[in-house]
């Protein structure tokens, strides 16, 4: 059998899911025994230039990790989209938005002006930002255009697998790479995890779910055979796909939801608020006003990983409305 | 649409037991109010998932309308309650989506209170005309 060509990429993502593939340590060495890398940015010296050199689906398998918030990124999504056979949304970013996505709680302006103004070790009294095109004396030098809004993979190009995680876990990579070579991928548009919650999975003690205080996580020492909900950690198990191996639950931290909704769930958030809000033991007002207040931020708790792909997707744009 | 005549579209979930039978009783009674409000009867006000509240926004409404019954009322004893505290979470929470929290309400309405039925729609319906067009939203 011919080598499978495999490729990656990294768009909005912080790498760590490029060091998760090499998380695989020696079982690596298998990868190139039956794929050949033809292009992976953050390892290897190939260039754009030489994916679009390529025919079309000359590339068996790309592993496209992080999210789509720029012209550039969209570019070579769309690029690869065109050159791959299967395309793989790798990681969190990719599947849900993940953390680059919580930009959608803000827009371009807000992220400029706190970026290159408002940040303490700033001197920008000028109010220098960057521009899409520079006129130099050698000529036009152009940068990459940051979007308003955050996008998941599937949102730009039609994407066949799903491989979540913060940073997708060894065994799931092994498991698709393993897929790849004896030819038996699941049916496209699956998701490479478990089709269960993470609750389901999670093998903590588990009695009653009631809870009447809220603890973030440096306000208690969790007992680390119990619940962590039920100890009065907000856990984002109930509305979370599990197939991690609870790798967080394991050194007694709370899930945070990096695995995205459950299959059959649509907005992982709003499963998250149901939730809480049903376990919480709050009937009168003070009680209630209790409850609100202990969870500091809902928005960025519940969709810490999945605001891209939510049902609202991000903050109103309101001046974009007003204008269109 | 034409800016001085805002007409808001609002979707309301009004439980089988209370407030759509308080809904029935103001129309029976005859109690007028605008139709600017499209009911779905729902089991029971602790039926409405956040998601469909969320979905009511991105799909362009300009409000969401709950009713249930009163507290102690509820017919599956704490559904109410569960509604109530899910509604003070998404009031917290649509802020930071930019949607005003005035635009989701819950209401109490027994199966007796049709004229405070029509009387709650008219206010809400009076508060969304105030904050205007929701619309559909940019990126959809």
Redesign the interface.
């Known amino acids: 059998m011919a080598k499978l060509k495999l490729g990656l990429y990294w768009a909005a993502s912080c790498g760590g899911c490029d060091v998760a593939v090499l998380d695989t340590n020696e079982k690596i060495l298998d990868i190139a025994q039956i794929a050949d890398l033809v292009f992976w940015p953050i390892a290897l010296d190939f260039k754009y230039h030489h994916v679009e050199a390529m025919e079309d689906k000359a590339i068996d398998v790309c592993l496209f990790n992080g999210a789509v918030r720029s012209s550039e990124q969209e570019r070579i999504a769309r690029l690869l989209r065109a050159k791959s056979k299967t395309m793989v949304a790798f990681g969190s970013c990719a599947c849900f938005g993940g953390i680059p996505a919580l930009a959608n709680?803000t827009n371009r302006a807000e992220i400029m002006e706190r970026a290159y103004v408002e940040a303490p070790s700033n001197d920008n009294l000028d109010r220098t930002f960057p521009r899409i095109q520079t006129e130099v004396a050698e000529g036009e030098l152009e940068l990459p255009e940051l979007y308003d809004?955050v996008l998941t993979l599937a949102q730009v190009v039609d994407v066949e697998y799903f491989v979540p995680g913060c940073p997708p876990p060894v065994d799931l990579i092994l498991k698709i790479v393993d897929a790849l070579a004896t030819n038996s991928l699941p049916p496209p548009g699956a998701v490479i995890a478990s089709e269960k919650t993470l609750c389901d999975e999670c093998d903590r003690k588990k009695e009653e779910k009631m809870i009447s205080k809220i603890y973030r996580s440096h306000e208690i020492i969790p007992d680390p055979e119990r619940c962590l909900l039920e100890q009065g950690i907000l856990c984002m198990g109930p509305a979370t796909r599990g197939g991690c191996g609870a790798r967080c639950i394991k050194v007694n931290m709370p899930c945070r939801g990096c695995f995205g909704p459950p299959a059959g769930v649509?907005?992982q958030?709003?499963?998250l608020?149901?939730a809480?809000?049903?376990i919480?033991q709050?009937?009168n007002d003070e009680d209630?006003?209790r409850?609100?207040e202990e969870?500091v931020?809902?928005?960025?708790t519940?969709y810490r990983f999945g605001l891209a792909d939510?049902?609202?997707?991000?903050?109103?744009?309101?001046k974009?409305?007003s204008g269109? | 649409m034409n800016r001085d005549k805002f007409e808001p579209l609002i979707l309301g979930f009004a439980c089988n037991w209370c407030a759509y039978a308080g809904a029935d009783l103001a129309g029976v009674s005859r109690f007028q109010y605008p139709p600017n409000m499209r009911i779905i009867r729902v089991m029971c006000s602790g039926r409405v998932d956040p998601t469909f509240v969320l979905k009511a926004f991105a799909s362009g409404a300009d409000g969401v309308f709950i009713g249930g019954c009163h507290p102690g009322d509820c017919h599956y004893i704490e559904g109410n309650y569960k509604a109530r505290r899910r509604y003070e979470l998404l009031k917290k929470m649509l802020p930071q989506y930019g949607i005003e929290s005035e635009r989701l309400r819950l209401e109490w309405i027994s199966a007796s209170e049709g004229a405070r039925f029509a009387e709650v729609v008219m206010d809400f319906i009076n508060v969304i005309k105030e904050l205007g067009a929701l619309g559909k939203r940019q990126d959809q």
């Open positions: 709680f809004t649509v907005d958030g709003a499963k608020v149901s809480i809000a049903s919480y709050a009937k209630i006003a409850m609100v969870i931020d809902p928005a960025g519940f939510s049902i609202l997707k991000r903050k109103r744009l309101q974009l409305e269109g």
